[in-house]
């Protein structure tokens, strides 16, 4: 919050010395004679001039949609530099955000393959984002397969995460978690599916036993790795935002210089006469 509102700073002092400069008075020729006879061909009864007010076009807002402040830098107005300077400044932060969510994954990941899943396969392919969320939460994996080549065993001890999801499974399916129906019944296969979709598989296996310090370090990287992904987040949707109040902006000077169709070359004129120390004294009757 605190680098958004350094920003909007900056792009008011940055605007008073745009408009500073654009006010400059700059030398201007004299006017020749045929630009003073089409100035005079202008004036109006009472001595007014009409000054013709140019339409803006009707891209203008999309301008804006498309590049924040381009708009209004169309329409003449001074507060296009701090749209493009929010841009500017989300955009860097976006990437920079970006690049370190990158980052942290890439360590957290690395960290996992070499400490916790080291000792149980050598293939090791990269999970998911639940599941290395789901290593920081528990200390080991469990088997898949508690006597491989026959029949599914799941993982009994329950605080693995293996073991979990066979306790979670018996106590969905199971009239009682501690009491298993029939190999052949439709419980028991309810619940064994239900394992097969959740467990982790041997070339996914892991274990941070008495590596205790380096699951520490894991839970912080990830959770380094999580903030810069939030951080992304909230500079996209501020660029966003950015583009959104920009198109509105600039659509609404649009409507306000546009003339109203019927209406901007109208006018009423009216006179009350009312006499003056000047005016002579008229005989009762007479007419004005």
Not at 38 to 64: E, I, Q, Y
Not at 219 to 233: E, F, K, P, Y
Not at 238 to 248: F, P, Q, R, T, Y
């Amino acid at each position: 919050m605190n680098r958004w509102l350094c920003l909007v700073g900056i792009a008011l002092c940055v605007a008073p010395a745009v408009r500073a400069q654009r006010n400059t008075p700059l030398a201007v020729a004299p006017p020749v004679a045929s630009e003073v006879t089409a100035v005079n061909d202008t004036l109006v009864a009472g001595g007014a001039v009409a000054r013709p007010r140019s339409n803006p076009p009707w891209w203008t807002p999309l301008a804006s949609a498309a590049i924040p402040g381009a708009g209004q830098a169309r329409l003449g107005q001074d507060r296009f530099v701090a749209y493009l300077a929010i841009e500017a400044y989300a955009l860097l932060q976006y990437a920079t955000d970006t690049r370190e969510a990158r980052r942290q994954r890439g360590e957290y990941r690395e960290l996992a393959r070499r400490v916790a899943r080291g000792f149980f396969s050598e293939q090791r392919p990269d999970g998911d984002f639940a599941y290395y969320e789901t290593m920081s939460k528990y200390l080991e994996s469990g088997v898949y397969d508690l006597v491989p080549g026959g029949e599914l065993q799941p993982e009994l001890e329950t605080g693995t995460y293996n073991g979990d999801q066979w306790l979670l499974a018996r106590q969905t399916f199971w009239a009682s978690p501690d009491a298993p129906p029939d190999p052949a019944s439709q419980e028991y296969a309810a619940a064994l599916n239900f394992y097969r979709a959740r467990a982790i598989g041997p070339e996914y296996r892991w274990s941070w036993r008495n590596a205790q310090l380096e699951q520490d370090l894991y839970r912080r990287t990830i959770g380094l790795s999580n903030d810069a992904v939030r951080r992304s987040i909230a500079d996209l949707g501020v660029i966003l935002a950015n583009h959104a109040l920009s198109m509105v902006d600039a659509y609404v000077s649009v409507r306000l210089q546009r003339p109203r169709a019927g209406f901007s070359h109208l006018g009423i004129e009216a006179s009350i006469p009312w006499p003056t120390m000047a005016d002579p004294p008229r005989a009762p009757g007479q007419r004005p």
